[in-house]
């Protein structure tokens, strides 16, 4: 049989993928650097990556979501909020009591892993003082736009599915919130850690808000766009401003740019399927990749940074 193609109306994963525990590519996966893709989805198994420490800023980010999520349901109303985690099934999401129940949710995800080392530790410590600031700017950033709608129910984390031409899986993704036929990308800013005062104390910068999206965070948008033909909002938050954009203020985010990132996308995917198509082993499909140890997303504990290391070393 040939994987791959349509067979009496069922797709079959190739068994390239397979090989490697894959049946579909992900907005993750296309904006990772190659070398960092290879060490997370073919040397680790789908357990092992949701057991990989991520940093903090991560962990806020997710908690800063869930706070939103708790608060905007309890804000807008007339509205149903579905937390969609499942592709099959949607849970009605119930409004807080206060907004501290919900900032208090937020905390609980933030603290869910513990940092593995000193610069985490105090990454954390910033991150939990900042993170009620960085949800009152989501507030005022999302709360007008999903006011704006006649849809009686709004989606949170509701998947979605995308087939590029030459691509033999399907690129999966979810959106953060969805009302009508409107999303919203949301991505948080947390303050940047500097030097030793003269005091003993740590000196923290403020991230604001970018004046441009995100070349990659477009990309991620781009799939989202084409994949359900809704209109983009990608909003960015940190601690003291945010920055909300959609085609109306921004080029990066109308039809003609999107799809010429569609093009990036499927170059990313493309790469990764032909490693795929000529490697048997983690070990094999190094051999087609440089690893460049010095980028941040090798900020990781040093035994999972060790068995990273050992792929590339001949």
């Known amino acids: 049989c040939v994987?791959?193609?349509?067979?009496?109306?069922?797709?079959?994963t190739p068994e390239w993928m397979l090989i490697y525990g894959l049946d579909h590519f992900s907005s993750s996966q296309l904006t990772s650097p190659l070398d960092v893709w290879l060490y997370k989805y073919l040397l680790l198994n789908q357990q092992e990556r949701r057991a990989l420490p991520i940093g903090s800023k991560?962990?806020?980010?997710?908690?800063?979501?869930?706070?939103?999520?708790?608060?905007l349901a309890e804000a807008i109303?007339?509205?149903?909020?579905?937390?969609?985690?499942?592709?099959?099934?949607?849970?009605?999401?119930?409004?807080?009591?206060?907004?501290?129940?919900?900032?208090?949710?937020?905390?609980?995800?933030?603290?869910?892993?513990?940092?593995?080392?000193?610069k985490?530790?105090?990454?954390?410590?910033?991150?939990?003082?900042?993170?009620?600031?960085?949800?009152?700017?989501?507030?005022?950033?999302?709360?007008?736009?999903?006011?704006?709608?006649?849809?009686?129910?709004?989606?949170?984390?509701?998947?979605?599915?995308?087939?590029?031409e030459g691509v033999l899986v399907p690129i999966i993704g979810r959106l953060?919130?969805?009302?009508?036929?409107?999303?919203i990308e949301l991505?948080?800013?947390?303050?940047?850690?500097?030097k030793i005062k003269k005091d003993g104390t740590r000196s923290w910068s403020k991230k604001k808000a970018p004046t441009s999206p995100d070349p990659k965070h477009v990309q991620q948008v781009a799939i989202y766009w084409k994949a359900t033909g809704y209109k983009p909002y990608l909003v960015y938050v940190g601690e003291t401003d945010f920055q909300v954009f959609?085609?109306?203020?921004?080029?990066m985010l109308k039809p003609k740019f999107?799809?010429?990132?569609?093009?990036?996308i499927r170059a990313a995917a493309m790469a990764r399927q032909k490693i795929l198509q000529n490697s048997s082993s983690p070990k094999e499909a190094a051999g087609f990749v440089a690893p460049g140890w010095e980028s941040f997303y090798w900020d990781i504990p040093q035994e999972w940074l060790s068995r990273a290391r050992e792929l590339w070393r001949y």
């Open 3 to 12: 994987h791959g193609m349509y067979m009496e109306g069922i797709k079959v």
């Open 58 to 71: 991560a962990h806020a980010g997710n908690g800063s979501a869930k706070a939103l999520q708790l608060i």
């Open 77 to 118: 109303k007339g509205c149903s909020f579905m937390m969609c985690g499942d592709p099959d099934k949607k849970i009605h999401i119930i409004p807080p009591k206060s907004r501290q129940e919900a900032l208090a949710a937020g905390l609980k995800v933030l603290h869910r892993y513990l940092p593995w080392n000193e």
């Open 120 to 164: 985490q530790r105090e990454q954390r410590f910033a991150d939990e003082e900042t993170l009620p600031d960085v949800v009152t700017q989501g507030m005022l950033a999302l709360e007008p736009i999903l006011k704006k709608g006649k849809e009686k129910k709004i989606y949170c984390e509701e998947y979605i599915s995308l087939q590029l």
């Open 176 to 183: 953060d919130f969805r009302r009508d036929k409107y999303f």
């Open 187 to 194: 991505k948080t800013k947390w303050r940047v850690r500097g």
């Open 246 to 251: 959609s085609e109306e203020n921004c080029d």
């Open 258 to 264: 999107l799809e010429e990132m569609l093009q990036e």
